[in-house]
């Protein structure tokens, strides 16, 4: 059981700096983004702990696969037998901390 929300840390990852400085208060949000802002802030507000950071994007693989999978699809959750070989991989190696170089 996770218990009450006031207990709750969550840790969040984005390698988007525009959207990890909008989450914090930062820099000017667009009205087109101010209502999901608001959306995340009122979620998180009861929470003991909630963080969000960047990450470069070959850190965020698994989530930009799940990401492309669930649109593709068309459905709000996936199930393990739903991922493709691709995810599963990428899944694997994350798991077992396989380093991924950032390219220029």
Known sequence: MLGSSDSLQILSESDSTT???????????????FRDIRLLHQLTAPL?????SHVYREGNRVADCLAAAQ??????????????NDIKELIWHDKHGTIHLRSS
Do not use: D, R
Request: hydrophobic share 45%.
């Open 19 to 33: 959207a990890v400085a909008w989450a914090v208060g930062k820099g000017h949000i667009p009205w087109a983004a």
């Open 71 to 84: 649109s593709e699809i068309g459905v709000s959750y996936l199930q393990p037998s739903q991922l493709g």
């Open 48 to 52: 003991k702990e909630w963080k969000i």
